[in-house]
């Protein structure tokens, strides 16, 4: 992922821009972008399979979706100082580079293989030495990257959970401005406390060299997106536990009691997934306490959100207070499944986006019906995340999730790139100003 720093940006604009030939506009709320619905552009040679039929998306007007790169299984992607994207393919171990080649398709090879679920990469400098950092589900390594290789191997951590049948063996890592370097841990379960004693569910930082190990924040069931905001504050992007069942007692789903009882109603929408400031010392609760929309009272409920004591491993608040917790900054819709995080505030995209934060998410089946996965922006003012609004919907149809984003990175040209594991594409996004 990329450490972005913030810039000035007008959001403001004087006209809508015309919706390109053969799409329909629709307009939204005050405030936000007309959506228009467009055609994937695939180009002579990535039309395979979901892309041999015409697929659309839905997005702001004035942008367009071109199918830039077949890469099956791609999951994280980090740009190279040369210009290179690399992405990620945890199911067949390797990383991938992909050249722009300018008009046609873009080179696409390997730059390393054989690893163990690779996911999470990062780049930085030091000493004038760039070097390419890629987390497996067990180790963390750093590579000497060539320009266009990345050599000499060097295993900085080792020993992280996540090998054999780990549950979420996939992570994330970043590299603040003084070389730290934060990793992600997820936990191996839905919600088993004994996770939190087992170095896992957690965000940890450590020394350019892999020592030096601080945990940082825990109760984290599975935080794989980590980004850096303009101010330099560290986020993760949360996806949290699954069959939550009924907190409140009293009447519920036809019982005179509905508390501690699963009812699919409810949990398709609790607990909210969530997006959160890393800070040292914090706790986000999982298992403990689940963050709930419906304790809000303003218009955006998904604000500052309040917990509630999970009936399953903490009946009646018996075993945490979770009115010790700090509320969740910024919570998205249950099963949204929230992945990549990127802040957009050094970029190059039209300036209406820059003053915010995209994030990919990915969907579950633990909806009923399978929830379809977007990408969203959220606005960043003051320090923190406003409202989620839609930026690329539309990956399913009639009840196919032909596509599931994973990550959206912006480019060096102005555009944004969005992998989806499910399709084995890279999206290349020219938003509308």
């Known amino acids: 992922m990329l450490l972005l720093a913030a810039v000035a940006c007008d959001s403001s604009k004087s006209a809508t821009p015309e919706a390109p030939s053969g ?212 986020w993760a992007a949360i996806n949290q536990r699954d069959r939550v069942t009924y907190p409140i007692h009293g009447p519920f789903g036809g019982r005179s009691d509905g508390y501690g009882q699963f009812f699919q109603d409810y949990g398709n929408d609790h607990p909210a997934d969530e997006v959160v400031k890393v800070t040292a010392g914090r706790d986000v609760g999982w298992p403990y306490c689940d963050p709930d929309q419906d304790l809000g009272t303003g218009a955006d409920k998904y604000a500052s959100m309040k917990f509630r004591a999970d009936p399953e491993t903490n009946p009646d608040g018996s075993a945490f207070d979770c009115s010790t917790l700090p509320p969740i900054e910024r919570g998205l819709p249950a099963h949204s499944a929230p992945l990549g995080l990127e802040f957009l505030g050094t970029s190059t995209l039209p300036a209406r986006w820059r003053d915010g934060a995209v994030v990919a998410t990915h969907g579950s089946n633990n909806h009923v019906p399978p929830l379809a996965g977007s990408v969203l922006w959220m606005p960043f003012t003051n320090g923190t995340l406003g409202a989620a609004q839609d930026l690329l919907t539309g990956f399913e149809t009639t009840g196919d999730r032909w596509g599931r984003p994973v990550d959206a990175v912006p480019g060096p040209d102005g555009a944004l790139y969005v992998t989806d594991d499910t399709a084995g594409v890279v999206y290349r996004i020219t938003l509308g100003a």
Do not use: C
């Open 23 to 234: 799409t329909s506009t629709t307009t939204t709320p005050s405030g936000q972008a007309a959506r228009t619905v467009v055609t994937i552009s695939v180009p002579n040679g990535n039309a395979a399979t979901p892309l041999d039929v015409p697929r659309t998306l839905s997005v702001p007007a004035g942008t367009s979706v071109t199918a830039w790169a077949r890469v099956p299984g791609a999951r994280f992607a980090v740009w190279s100082p040369q210009g290179d994207l690399l992405v990620s393919t945890p199911d067949s171990g390797s990383v991938r580079r992909i050249h722009p080649q300018g008009i046609g398709n873009p080179a696409v090879s390997t730059v390393i293989g054989s690893l163990d679920r690779p996911h999470g990469m990062a780049f930085d400098v030091i000493d004038g030495a760039t070097y390419l950092y890629v987390i497996e589900a067990s180790q963390l390594n750093r590579y000497t990257w060539t320009g266009t290789d990345a050599t000499n191997r060097t295993v900085l951590v080792s020993g992280l959970p996540g090998s054999g049948s780990y549950a979420h063996p996939l992570k994330d890592v970043v590299v603040g401005p003084d070389h730290t370097i934060y990793l992600d841990v997820a936990s191996s379960t839905n919600a088993d406390p004994a996770d939190r004693s087992k170095g896992q569910s957690l965000i940890a930082s450590y020394r350019p060299d892999g020592t030096g190990r601080q945990v940082l924040t825990v109760g984290v069931r599975n935080g794989e997106g980590l980004a850096f905001d303009p101010t330099g504050q560290l």
